[in-house]
């Protein structure tokens, strides 16, 4: 069965105080590992795919990378509007696209 | 240039009701997928469907809960007799045709209160 940990649970940060999330999983074949954002009241927002060891993507503040057994987040000089819940999910090999996610972590950023 | 349509947002229902929650996905995108997201808890997958076909159900409790994707028309999630634990987030999201690897793009959700 697929299973992603996502750690801390939550993580308050000052403006402009770097730091990084971790998502750890176990897939049978992994497809590929998805980041998104979920502000209060929304649905997921989607960020960063990865696909391979090694990958990195940025956006932004934000920039993902993945290795054979996690992923980090991470967040250089966050600001208050980057105060959402970041959650990373992975996508078995085969023809279905479904995504098993983690509980997710919230992030609050103090001005 | 409409995104992943849920309806509706809200939806109260007192125990033993029925519930059923609606998603048009985005231009398109043929397939449709329904997760649930409990207090405290990740997003949970529930079921696959493309259009007339569930293709996989493995996430949906085995009774009072039902899901259709007909030819015409929104997806459908239906929760029969409704009990205080349904209440949750229920979210919609869609992918375009392929064999897999797809980016899904969710919808705001259905906030279902079983009172």
């Known amino acids: 069965e697929d299973q992603v940990t996502q750690s801390p649970e939550a993580l308050r940060l000052q403006e402009g105080e770097s730091s990084s999330l971790n998502c750890s999983y176990t897939?049978?074949?992994?497809?590929?590992l998805f980041w998104y954002r979920q502000d209060p009241g929304k649905g997921p927002e989607f960020l960063f795919t990865?696909?391979?060891a090694g990958e990195e993507k940025e956006k932004e503040r934000l920039k993902a990378t993945l290795t054979k057994k996690e992923s980090f987040l991470h967040i250089t000089a966050p600001k208050p509007e980057d105060s959402a819940t970041y959650l990373c999910?992975?996508?078995?090999?085969?023809?279905?696209?479904?995504?098993?996610f983690g509980k997710g972590i919230t992030l609050s950023v103090r001005p | 240039n409409a995104g992943v349509m849920q309806n509706p947002r809200h939806l109260v229902r007192r125990r033993g009701q029925e519930a059923r929650l609606r998603c048009s996905p985005m231009?398109?995108?043929?397939?449709v997928y329904w997760y649930r997201q409990l207090p405290e808890e990740g997003l949970k997958f529930m079921v696959y469907?493309?259009?007339?076909?569930?293709?996989?159900e493995s996430g949906m409790p085995k009774e009072r809960f039902s899901a259709e994707f007909p030819k015409e028309g929104p997806s459908i999630l239906r929760i029969q007799q409704v009990v205080r634990g349904d209440s949750a987030a229920y979210f919609c999201?869609?992918?375009?045709?392929?064999?897999?690897?797809?980016?899904?793009?969710f919808g705001a959700g259905s906030r279902l209160t079983v009172l």
């Open positions: 990865l696909y391979s």
């Open positions: 469907l493309q259009k007339e076909n569930i293709i996989d």
């Open positions: 231009k398109g995108h043929s397939h």
């Open positions: 897939v049978s074949g992994l497809r590929g």
């Open positions: 999201a869609s992918s375009p045709p392929s064999r897999g690897g797809n980016v899904l793009t």
């Open positions: 999910a992975v996508q078995a090999s085969g023809a279905n696209s479904k995504l098993t």
